[in-house]
T-cell receptor, first 113, second 111 residues
Framework: DTAVSQTPKYLVTQMGNDKSIKCEQN?????MYWYKQDSKKFLKIMFS???????INETVPNRFSPKSPDKAHLNLHINSLELGDSAVYFC????????????FGEGSRLTVL | DAKTTQPPSMDCAEGRAANLPCNHS???????VYWYRQIHSQGPQYIIH???NNETNEMASLIITEDRKSSTLILPHATLRDTAVYYC????????????FGKGNQVVVIP
């Protein structure tokens, strides 16, 4: 069983569309994250939820809206997609919010045309 | 969190020990050193972390200098599957989880 799974793995869409990426972890962890890796390969945190509560919200356009229906799921919805949103989005989880050992998913590659 | 400096890339011979350096000269007393790696097209993978004592697990060993200003990740017997970007990260152990990934060190294991 995959510990942190993301869907879809690939997503190609037009500018202006709205899309969602889903993430699920079966590790029983309390904390989940969204990271973005751009074309230059820099990996930056976007959001973090602890027990369904938002605890980290970096400077991210409000077109990006995370939602955590329960602590095993963290979805990312993106409105009005722009070319600059093209990136690989990684979901991750950790046992607690204060640990540095994160478990990452395989990533979702978003391409905006 | 303190910044780290790593070489942008290095080659290692398959079957030999790979020693990956990291400088963190501004590290403070309550900051740990974490190592992650990212194999091409995969998510980052946690390897090991430590404060001041040397640490070892099934993947690697971490050697931290006495003044804690630098560390070395040792892969004891490098294999082709160890080819990856390795990230050295410094963070407060009980801090928030803004793991700051830098550019990392592209390590290529050569047959």
């Amino acid at each position: 069983d995959t510990a942190v799974s993301q869907t879809p793995k690939y997503l190609v869409t037009q500018m202006g569309n709205d899309k969602s990426i889903k993430c699920e972890q079966n590790l029983g962890h309390d904390t989940m994250y969204w990271y973005k890796q751009d074309s230059k390969k820099f990996l930056k945190i976007m959001f973090s939820y602890n027990n369904k509560e938002l605890i980290i919200n970096e400077t991210v356009p409000n077109r990006f809206s995370p939602k955590s229906p329960d602590k095993a799921h963290l979805n990312l919805h993106i409105n009005s997609l722009e070319l600059g949103d093209s990136a690989v989005y990684f979901c991750a989880s950790s046992r607690r919010q204060d640990t540095g050992e994160l478990f990452f998913g395989e990533g979702s590659r978003l391409t905006v045309l | 969190d303190a910044k780290t400096t790593q070489p942008p890339s290095m080659d290692c011979a398959e079957g030999r020990a790979a020693n990956l350096p990291c400088n963190h000269s501004t590290i403070s007393g309550n900051e740990y050193v974490y190592w992650y790696r990212q194999i091409h097209s995969q998510g980052p993978q946690y390897i090991i972390h430590g404060l001041k004592n040397n640490e070892t697990n099934e993947m690697a060993s971490l050697i931290i200098t006495e003044d804690r200003k630098s560390s070395t990740l040792i892969l004891p017997h490098a294999t082709l599957r160890d080819t990856a970007v390795y990230y050295c990260i410094v963070r407060v152990f009980y801090g928030n989880n803004r793991l700051a990934f830098g550019k990392g060190n592209q390590v290529v294991v050569i047959p």
